[in-house]
């Protein structure tokens, strides 16, 4: 099974910036569909982005305009830039992988069925 490793979590006041990376096999990044998700305890699982496999992104509206992502081919790294972080932004954070080519044309880039490789996450947290 593929490993997916995040980090780049920690603690900021709101306002502020977190650049989250996840090293992927060299398989992954730039072939398979992949997102990011975060989870609060006791609160189901959300998706936050995702690049789908012709280059275009997805997010939410609740992270829309303040998340970003990104991937570095050379470095087989997935990024999540987050600008303006909110309190309820406070989460732990996944990267996720799905070989499946086709989610963002279904509407799945956020359907956690269809992804087949997680990391471990890494936690963010903001401060009011």
């Known amino acids: 099974q593929a490993q997916l490793v995040e980090s780049g979590g920690g603690s900021v006041q709101a306002g502020g910036s977190l650049k989250l990376s996840c090293k992927a096999p060299?398989?992954?990044?730039?072939?398979?569909?992949v997102s990011w998700f975060r989870q609060v305890p006791g609160k189901e699982r959300e998706g936050v982005a995702s690049?789908?496999?012709?280059?275009?992104?997805r997010y939410p509206d609740s992270v829309k305009g303040r998340f970003t992502i990104s991937q570095d081919n050379t470095k087989n790294i997935l990024y999540l830039q987050m600008n303006d972080l909110k309190p309820g932004d406070t989460a732990m954070y996944y990267c996720?992988?799905?070989?499946?080519?086709?989610?963002?044309?279904?509407?799945?880039?956020?359907?956690?069925?269809?992804?087949?490789?997680w990391g471990q996450g890494t936690q963010v947290t903001v401060s009011s």
């Open positions: 996720a992988a799905s070989w499946s080519r086709g989610l963002c044309a279904a509407g799945k880039e956020f359907h956690i069925p269809s992804f087949n490789h």
């Open positions: 060299g398989s992954i990044i730039g072939t398979w569909s």
């Open positions: 690049l789908c496999t012709d280059g275009t992104t």
